[in-house]
């Protein structure tokens, strides 16, 4: 079975490659909210999948029809 490894939007942080962890004050008294690189994607914001290959083709086929109709 032959398999190719495809990326995809991190499911634990959404993409957005940093998590919220906590509100702080900085040394001006300002209030913000500290963020922490994701545990999973590890801030990138991608993650690593391996795909069967027909699958795949199947998934490239479907959003090609998809962009012919639009």
């Not at 398999?3 to 001006?28: F, W």
């Not at 590890?42 to 090609?64: C, F, K, P, Y």
Request: hydrophobic share 35%.
């Amino acid at each position: 079975m032959n398999k190719v490894q495809i990326l995809t939007t991190c499911q634990a942080c959404n993409g957005h490659a940093y998590i919220p962890v906590g509100k702080e004050v900085s040394p001006t008294g300002a209030k913000y909210i500290r963020h922490r690189p994701c545990f999973v994607c590890e801030g990138s914001g991608m993650q690593t999948r391996w795909m069967i290959l027909a699958d795949l083709a199947r998934m490239l086929h479907a959003v090609n029809a998809k962009e012919q109709q639009e």
